[in-house]
Nanobody, 116 residues
Framework: QVQLVESGGGLVQPGGSLRLSCAASGSIFSIYTMGWYRQAPGKQRELVAT???????NYADSVKGRFTISRDNAKNTVYLQMNSLKPEDTAVYYCNAILATGSKHWGQGTQVTVST
């Protein structure tokens, strides 16, 4: 089992920045991929960015060039640096971990609101 705890959400003005963190505990040695997803009101959860154990990253087209995912293996933490935020980035952001077995685990989510 893997436990994921997100932090770093909040309210920011358009054009601002936030950094989300996701700390993993438990069977962390078996984590293959970690990532961030988001869900806006009335919409389906969507992929934002992922990073695998080799450091390869993948981004949604809507965030390319603005968001950066990174991973600190020593701290068992994955980060999402979000720059040039837009109102349409407003959502609950969820951390995700996929184990080598294929099982998926989710954090509790953290709210990001981009508004004046």
């Amino acid at each position: 089992q893997v436990q994921l705890v997100e932090s770093g959400g909040g309210l920011v003005q358009p054009g601002g920045s936030l950094r989300l963190s996701c700390a993993a505990s438990g069977s962390i040695f078996s984590i293959y991929t970690m990532g961030w997803y988001r869900q806006a009101p009335g919409k389906q959860r969507e992929l934002v960015a992922t990073i695998n154990s080799g450091g390869s990253t993948n981004y949604a087209d809507s965030v390319k060039g603005r968001f950066t995912i990174s991973r600190d293996n020593a701290k068992n933490t994955v980060y999402l640096q979000m720059n040039s935020l837009k109102p349409e980035d407003t959502a609950v952001y969820y951390c995700n971990a996929i184990l080598a077995t294929g099982s998926k685990h989710w954090g509790q989510g953290t709210q990001v609101t981009v508004s004046t």
